[in-house]
Each structure stands twice: as structure tokens, then as C-alpha cells.
């Protein structure tokens, strides 16, 4: 029977070194790959909520639709991070529904030129169209729910405040128009 070596050697620690070194390396770039600042151009910057409900009307689909109390999932079929936001967009859309609101879904093309800076984006309005959030669903890789913003805006205006909310400085899994 041959004897087993149990001795850990210098070249033992040396590749196991090196195999994590290379995993880490290999698991930034693909995350830092993925992760997207929501607004690059700085399309939101500045603008105060008239302007972007103003700005917001200019989308053909939304000339003559009512936005008192409306939430607006703005989508598009090229971005890859539709499919990482779809259950938390169900989500919203059952708690939004159940506090009276209602869902418009907007498909942009990826060469529309509006101030919507990236896909997937939502817009919500409160009774009188007074912007309460724009921006995305969540910060984060998958923009699930458990890093969300929208769950507290929605939150926030049952218990009677306004946030008033643009948020453009964060990045994601988005896909910028």
C-alpha cells in the first residue's frame, strides 16, 4: 500500500493562492461589466419634477393619457435587465394597484431620445400628476426588491408624503437609451 502525503507544501499554498486571485479577479470584472451608472449623460440633472412630467409628455404614448395616480414602467425588449426586474415590477404593480393606482407599460426603442436615460425606468404620479418617484426600480445587480426605492415611495404617499423623487446617481443592471 503507498504511503499518502499529507504534507501541504509551499506549491500547495501557491496555486491555491493564485486560484483565488484569478476567481476574485474573473467575479470583478464580470460583475463591473454589468453594473451601469442609470443616468451617464447626466440627462436628469438639474430638472426639477414639472420639467420631467413636461418632458415625460413628449413620448407619443403619453400625450393624452391622464397620469393622476399612475405608474409608469418604461421597458425596453433590447435590455437584457428587463428579465432581472420583471418580479419585482409585479410586485409593485400588485401593491400599487391595491392603493389605487394605475399601470401604463411603455416599450422604448433603444434610439429614442427622451429624458428617460435608461431602461427599465418607473415613473410614479401622484392625485393631482405631482411626481412622487423617477428613476429605477432598485440600485444593485438583479434590481430586486429588497434594494428598491419605489416600496417606500409608495409607502411614504399611503401615509400622506410626497418625495418628490428623482433619483439618477446610482448604478445597476441597466440599459442606457
Known amino acids: ?21 484569478l476567481t476574485l479577479a474573473a467575479a470583478n470584472y464580470f460583475i463591473a461589466g454589468r453594473l451601469m451608472s442609470f443616468d451617464p449623460n447626466m440627462k436628469l440633472s438639474g430638472q426639477d419634477s ?20 399612475a405608474i409608469i414602467h ?20 400588485e401593491q ?3 392603493d389605487g393606482f394605475y399601470v401604463i407599460n ?11 436615460p ?4 418607473i415613473l410614479i404620479t401622484g392625485g ?14 438583479a434590481c430586486s426588491a429588497s434594494n428598491g426605492y419605489v ?5 411614504n404617499y399611503a401615509q400622506g408624503f410626497n418625495s418628490d423623487l428623482v433619483i439618477s446617481d446610482v448604478k445597476g443592471c441597466y440599459c442606457n437609451i
Open 50 to 69: 414639472s420639467t420631467v412630467i413636461k418632458q415625460v409628455r413628449a413620448i407619443s404614448a403619453l400625450k393624452n393619457v391622464n397620469l393622476n395616480h
Open 96 to 98: 400599487a394597484k391595491s
Open 74 to 93: 418604461f421597458t425596453s425588449d433590447e435590455c437584457s435587465c428587463t428579465q432581472y426586474s420583471d418580479e419585482h415590477k409585479r410586485a409593485i404593480n
Open 106 to 116: 411603455i416599450n422604448l426603442p433603444t434610439d429614442l431620445l427622451t429624458i428617460i
Open 1 to 21: 500500500m503507498p504511503a499518502s502525503n499529507k504534507t501541504v507544501t509551499r506549491y500547495h499554498y501557491t496555486v491555491f493562492v493564485l486560484w483565488l486571485v
Open 128 to 141: 393631482k400628476e405631482e411626481l412622487l418617484y423617477f428613476g429605477p426600480y432598485s440600485a444593485g445587480l
Open 151 to 155: 416600496e417606500t415611495v409608495l409607502q
Open 118 to 121: 435608461s431602461t427599465p425606468a
